[in-house]
């Protein structure tokens, strides 16, 4: 059975592809998309593209019909050298992308993805069809995160490595003070039936975002003892949510430092979540930076040096990196068995991380000297 997961190269390679191909335009229909999906037959697809290029014959513009002519005489040629479709399909990209009227410039992309493919689907048109690849390229899981006091509540989102401020809600609940004249007692009773309308009304707010959000896989609750505890049990937060709380955490600030603080105390409970995976080898490279320093190395031309060399063992990117210097970093640490990891500068490690190597940091298996 092929894999549904997709780990963070493959999903930076499928990214380049759809940026690549997404920034090509034809100036007619000639650009085809071919998308085979796993399981077809590959010979009965090539006879389909057989007749799709006698259908092409009559296309009224001659450039047009010879560049979506010739586009599909080479993604024939492709598949007869192909036994079979492979598990998860195949994305055929071909045209002419010259930017001159007139010349012929055909190129191809072929593309296994990650994930299976689940459409077929063959066309020609002024943009290559992209949807398919891009849904598999969207973020596979997120978590809803809520941090709540009696005063003020903020929901959020982590999605991939980013936190995301959806909603921030404010009660209106008096502090301890008093207004003159009211007993102790009926100020006590006035608060406590405002916190709960204002507990309830964040967990009608959690409802509208998160109930009906497919890639959600869990939510964090974080706030001051016992305020988190009282909206759990008194806000009416519906079944459904209520179970998906996978995390309940203390803290003290409910605003977005407060979420950012309630990612960090859930790390056990998200150990697999992107956000959570690069602060912790960020943490390693820091850490073994301040004890050892000659077990690391950064700069592009440092760690270069220790790619040449065989020491790396863990090759640390920024997504920030310009993307062909990223390639040829990854192809080196690849041709000696480095873990690569890509790490983003939207989080304070990772901004840390940008600002001293500018974007290229390795963990070494052994000293450079």
């Known amino acids: 059975m092929a894999s549904e997961k997709i780990d963070q190269h493959e999903k930076q390679k499928l990214q380049d592809l759809i940026e690549l191909l997404g920034s090509i335009k034809g100036r007619h229909t000639e650009l085809v998309s071919v998308l085979i999906s796993g399981g077809s037959n590959i010979n009965l697809t090539t006879r389909q593209l057989e007749s799709e290029k006698s259908t092409a014959s009559n296309i009224k513009s001659s450039g047009t019909r010879k560049n979506v002519i010739a586009a599909l005489e080479r993604i024939i040629r492709e598949l007869k050298n192909i036994k079979q479709t492979p598990a998860n399909g195949l994305a055929i990209y071909c045209g002419n992308i010259s930017e001159r009227e007139g010349e012929q410039d055909i190129q191809m992309w072929v593309y296994e993805p990650p994930k299976p493919l689940r459409v077929k689907l063959y066309r020609c048109d002024q943009e290559f069809i992209l ?3 891009k849904e598999m390229a969207e973020v596979e899981e997120v978590y809803g995160l809520l941090v709540i006091d009696r005063q003020q509540a903020t929901i959020g989102l982590l999605e991939g490595n980013n936190i995301k401020v959806l909603q921030k809600l404010s009660s209106g609940v008096p502090g301890k003070v008093r207004a003159g004249g009211q007993s102790s007692q009926r100020f006590h009773r006035i608060t406590e039936g405002l916190a709960k309308e204002f507990f309830r009304r964040a967990a009608d707010e959690m409802k509208k975002i998160f109930f009906d959000m497919p890639k959600l896989k869990g939510i964090m609750v974080g706030g001051p003892i016992p305020t988190k505890e009282e909206f ?12 998906k709380v996978i995390a309940v955490k203390d803290l003290g600030y409910v605003d977005e430092h407060g979420l950012e603080l309630l990612v960090e105390a859930s790390q ?3 150990q697999e979540q992107e956000l959570i995976k690069e602060k912790k080898i960020l ?11 000659k077990m690391v190395a950064y700069g592009v031309e440092e760690v270069k040096l220790a790619l040449s060399r065989g020491a790396v063992a863990t090759l640390i990117l920024s997504r920030e990196l310009d993307r062909d210097l990223a390639k040829e970093l990854e192809k080196m640490g690849a041709d000696i068995s480095s873990e690569v990891v890509l790490v983003g500068s939207d989080h304070q490690d990772g901004e840390q991380f940008w ?3 500018k974007g290229v940091g390795a963990i070494l298996r052994f000293a450079l000297e």
């Not at 008194?234 to 209520?242: P, R, S």
């Not at 943490?283 to 320093?293: A, I, N, P, S």
């Open 131 to 133: 949807e398919p690849l």
């Open 268 to 270: 056990d409970e998200i």
């Open 355 to 357: 600002n001293m190597t």
């Open 283 to 293: 943490e390693r490279f820091f850490e073994t930076l301040g004890r050892e320093r």
């Open 232 to 243: 759990l049990e008194e806000g009416n937060l519906v079944t459904k949510l209520k179970e």
